[in-house]
């Protein structure tokens, strides 16, 4: 069974940075493709990044050049360091894997900008 728990998120002004972290319980992490997706009120989950086993990554346009995916398999940790924050960035935040039949999500983060 998959557990994943994020943490990190908060409320934060404009141009600020956060950084979150997603522990997972797994023991196919090794393997398994990472991501962080986003929920604005009243819009659809969306990608903001994600990270293959093998460290490939890659991101949705509107975060490129200020988030950064990254994961730690020793850990089973993966991290989304979210730089220069934009109000429209407010959202809840959630870890997904994936690996053949298994999707899995945590419980989400809430993000706020806002000044």
């Known amino acids: 069974q998959v557990q994943l728990v994020e943490s990190g998120g908060g409320l934060v002004q404009p141009g600020g940075s956060l950084r979150l972290s997603c522990a997972a319980t797994t023991s196919i992490f090794t393997s398994a493709h990472m991501g962080w997706y986003r929920q604005a009120p009243g819009k659809q989950r969306e990608l903001v990044a994600n990270?293959?086993?093998?460290?490939?990554?890659n991101y949705a346009d509107s975060v490129k050049g200020r988030f950064t995916i990254s994961r730690d398999n020793v850990k089973k940790m993966v991290y989304l360091q979210m730089n220069n924050l934009k109000p429209e960035d407010t959202a809840v935040y959630y870890c997904?894997?994936?690996?053949?039949?298994?999707?899995?999500w945590g419980q989400g983060t809430q993000v706020t900008v806002s000044s």
């Open positions: 990270i293959t086993g093998d460290a490939d990554t």
């Open positions: 997904n894997l994936r690996f053949l039949w298994v999707d899995s």
